[in-house]
């Protein structure tokens, strides 16, 4: 409703999805002329196995990126994957970015032209594809990326190191107890299986 004014004045009111005054494209993805199935098939397959490549590494804990730092990562992500993947068809990289939109055109004048690509073909590529793409772009990314990253250090659950600012010395022996007399330690650990502070 907000952009339904500037739609009328560019189409004058005659919705199309092919020719000069389509405005189709606003709400779905459409292949470009010179596409073919195949091409689309594979245009479309790749951006999402990409996406989800980028994704996996933004997210993996064991490449230590700041959650504060990921979402302006994901942002500038999905700019970078629009302005590289839309000359040939769009980017739909998820079928409710398209399917929905598709939908929508079909039930406000649009009709079922907004099918009509490769022979009524077409919603099977920005519906599908993406599913494709992110098992394969995950997959990709575990076995070849991910596998190869050193895991954070284990931590256990028993012993909690507690530091401090005077000291990095920590002495770990379980056979001794912290004394009342004693005065406390500047880095401790707190053993709670055995409900003692351990010097």
Known sequence: M??????????????????????????????????????????QTMCTAFLCIIIGTITDPKNKIPRTAQP??????????????????????????????????????????????FNYAWPIIPVFCPLIGAVIGTWIYRIFLGANIDPLPPINDEEIIIPTNQSNLLIKDPTKVWPPSAPPPTNFIVDFSKSNVLP
């Open 2 to 43: 907000i952009t339904i004014n500037q739609i009328n004045a560019y189409d004058g009111g005659i919705r199309a999805v092919k020719g000069p005054t389509a405005t189709a494209g606003i709400f779905a993805t459409y292949p470009h002329d010179n596409l073919t199935f195949t091409g689309a098939f594979i245009d």
């Open 72 to 117: 302006p990562l994901f942002g500038a992500m999905i700019s970078l994957m629009t302005i590289g993947y839309g000359f040939n068809a769009g980017n739909a990289m998820n079928p409710a970015r398209d399917l929905s939109p598709r939908l929508f055109t079909f039930c406000v004048g649009y009709g079922k032209e907004v099918f009509s690509h």
